[in-house]
């Protein structure tokens, strides 16, 4: 049986009443979506893609490399939420921001990152949207859907998107305008023939 798509035409002249993220943060502290991969993106609350092999090692091993560089006072977290805007509160893979609180999310990230293979377009467009719309200053998706590892670091944010991409390969070197650090794209784990 064919699933019938929601068209939002379709309640004209009536509109969809998005979530805020105060009210997301509310009905997930209820419990209600325990055991569900959910983000909320532009009110709506979205599944998240699985991960792959590939995409869940890259991950861990990033975490594990800024926590190694980094000191006591910066906050790495992993798969976790990001307070990005009044009404998204999306998951990256890596965040990087300063240690604040220990249990409030990250709402002044230095480095957002997403490792990206099913999740490529809307990492490409509606996140990296809200992530420069909330002034995320460095923004890297770090795409494994090919032969080729390719990192797009993502700077000058603003309202309308990032202002400046830069495409980086092995040979290339990532270096987070807001950290001092310098990572060898070709250090990162990835099956390269």
Do not use: C, N
């Not at 980094?70 to 790495?76: A, K, Q, S, T």
């Not at 009404?87 to 490792?115: G, K, N």
């Not at 990492?123 to 949207?129: G, I, P, V, Y």
Request: glycine fraction near 6%; avoid cysteine.
């Amino acid at each position: 049986m064919l699933a019938t798509m929601f068209d939002p035409s379709l309640v004209h002249p009536e509109h969809i009443r998005p979530l805020t993220r105060t009210e997301y943060d509310r009905i997930v502290d209820t419990g209600i979506f325990d055991g569900q991969e959910l983000e909320l993106l532009r009110g709506m609350l979205v599944t998240m893609s699985p991960q792959g092999e590939v995409h869940a090692g890259l991950t861990a091993w990033l975490v594990r490399w800024f926590v190694r560089k980094l000191d006591d006072g910066y906050d790495v977290r992993g798969h976790s939420p990001y307070a990005a805007t009044d009404d998204s509160e999306p998951e990256p893979d890596v965040t990087v921001s300063r240690a604040t609180h220990l249990f409030a999310h990250p709402t002044s990230p230095l480095l957002v990152i997403e490792v990206s293979d099913s999740s490529i377009r809307k990492d490409r467009t509606l996140k990296s949207s809200i992530y420069a719309e909330a002034g995320a200053p460095e923004y890297w998706i770090i795409d494994v859907t090919g032969d080729e590892l390719v990192v797009q670091v993502h700077t000058q944010p603003s309202p309308l998107g990032y202002g400046r991409t830069v495409t980086l390969r092995d040979g290339d070197v990532l270096r987070p305008t807001r950290l001092d650090l310098e990572l060898p794209v070709l250090d990162l784990p990835f099956p390269r023939d």
